[in-house]
């Protein structure tokens, strides 16, 4: 039996699911940690490549972890990690299969949470990497990961990126991403329950309500590399504007305090007229240069967005229906193959 001293204090979930291209990087990054009192729990998610035997390979650390699941999808394989998890960890990280840690990252990570005992979680910067770990793009990703906004006036406008980051400030956008760059305390995690794998933008959806148990402290310093690669790079607009929509409802519609009902209220507001505001420009200048019909169209849909008081809650069961489909077509292409 491990001594008290020896015993994790972090617990690093890995969803795993056909990926052993990367796997191997990503356990390298993790082993290399300055900070060592750690363990590693890779949930296999009913994988069918060679992932699973890269793991094993790395057992001899006896840190490493392998738990498996069929495949329920990544929001069941981070909660099923998390179950398991030493009794002693103080601490838990949802790392993707394929991103990477600068060597220094936990020990900055844990660093800054444990001087902030009311915080929910602490956060670093990524960037995004390329199938060959080689940075893309340079400094866009932690440009986007900045652009936190705060509510002034009825508009919404810049907010310091030292600043805290608290629940209302991952209503419009999610910016506390990939999972990989936070360290969230344990006690708040438990407060808040697990991913919920009927929505689509399940990773967004959870911070939002992880957040309701403290702040989330930024550390401004790039210690992620943020994978970007075929499988996950394309995309599917239409999928991410129901994955939107749905959190949008949930976290609008749920329940709040007076004075943050009102703060995700008015933010809903201004987030609309904005937008609204932009679509009309769009019009303008779509007609201006002749093309009329999209121009009119644009034009319509800046009106929807300033009649639109708030999200419906019909966009929760949408996107509930939606996953549902995923899920009834993943099981049924495994059982053809």
């Known amino acids: 039996m491990r001594s008290n001293a020896e015993s994790p204090i972090v617990t690093i ?20 940690q300055t900070f060592r009192r750690l363990e ?19 057992q001899s650390d006896a840190r490493v972890h392998l738990a498996t699941n069929p495949h329920l999808g990544v929001a069941e394989a981070r909660n099923t990690g998390a179950t398991q998890a030493s009794e002693r960890s103080s601490y838990l990280v949802f790392l993707d299969a394929d991103d990477v840690w600068d ?11 444990e001087q902030r005992p009311d915080a929910a979680g602490a956060f670093a910067l990524a960037e995004y990497i390329d199938g060959d770990g080689q940075v893309m793009n340079p400094g866009d990703f932690p440009r986007h990961m900045r652009g936190r906004e705060d509510l002034r006036d009825g508009r919404l406008v810049p907010r310091d990126s030292a600043a805290d980051v608290r629940a209302e400030h991952l209503f419009i956008a999610n910016l506390v991403y990939p999972p990989s760059c936070l360290l969230i305390r344990r006690a708040a995690h438990d407060a808040a329950g697990g991913f919920d ?8 959806e959870f911070v939002a309500r992880l957040a309701k148990h403290g702040p989330f402290v930024p550390v401004d310093r790039v210690l992620v590399g943020y994978r970007r690669h075929t499988s996950n790079a394309s995309g599917n607009r239409a999928r991410n504007v129901r994955g939107a929509r749905q959190v949008w409802a949930a976290v609008y519609h749920a329940d709040h305090s007076d004075g943050m009902r009102q703060r995700i209220r008015g933010i809903w507001r201004a987030h609309q007229a904005r937008t609204a505001r932009r679509k009309f420009d769009e019009g303008r200048a779509l007609i201006a240069h002749g093309r009329l019909l999209p121009g009119l169209a644009q034009a319509a849909d800046g009106v929807a967005h300033t009649l639109l008081r708030h999200p419906p809650r019909i966009w929760i069961a949408l996107g509930s229906r939606t996953r549902a489909h995923e899920v009834r077509s993943s099981a049924l292409s495994r059982v053809d193959r």
Do not use: K, M, Q
């Open 197 to 204: 794998g009927r929505f689509l933008a399940e990773d967004w």
């Open 40 to 58: 590693v729990i890779v949930v296999d998610d009913g994988s069918t490549d060679g992932g699973p035997g890269i793991v094993r390979t790395h």
């Open 13 to 32: 979930v890995i969803p795993l699911y056909n990926g052993e291209r990367f796997i191997e990087e990503t356990l390298r990054s993790v082993l290399a």
């Open 103 to 113: 060597p220094g990252a936990l020990a900055t990570l844990v660093s800054t949470l």
